[in-house]
């Protein structure tokens, strides 16, 4: 029997081959790990063990960051006040506007 499937050609696979999907499952087939998959991973930790260090240390003590907001909020308070004031106003008029009528009859 062994002869006959050696002599058709008949292709022998082995019980060890990984059946269906290969990287997903119970009986996967793992991937190697390469060298670019290493470094990638080393990078992400390194920027997650950076970000960690910003959030931990603040930018600014507690005496600078006590009066630190004061000038924004004056400044914001200053252009709040002008921009109502500039709803109030009415538009500006010019002489333009108010001798207009006069340039109909000219005539050259």
């Known amino acids: 029997m062994w002869l006959t499937r050696v002599l058709l050609g008949h292709k022998f696979y082995s019980r060890k081959r990984t059946p269906g999907l290969q990287f997903i499952g119970k ?6 790990i390469t060298r670019f998959m290493v470094r990638n991973t080393v990078r992400r930790l390194e920027l ?12 600014l003590t507690e005496m600078e960051e006590k009066g630190s907001a004061t000038l924004r909020k004056i400044v914001q308070s200053k252009n709040f006040i002008e921009a109502r004031r500039a709803e109030k106003m009415k538009p500006h008029k010019y ?7 006069l340039e109909k009859t000219r005539t050259w």
């Open 27 to 32: 009986h996967r087939r793992f991937r190697p």
């Open 48 to 59: 997650e063990e950076q970000n960690r260090q910003h959030l931990q240390k603040s930018f």
């Open 95 to 101: 002489l333009e506007d108010y001798y207009k009528h």
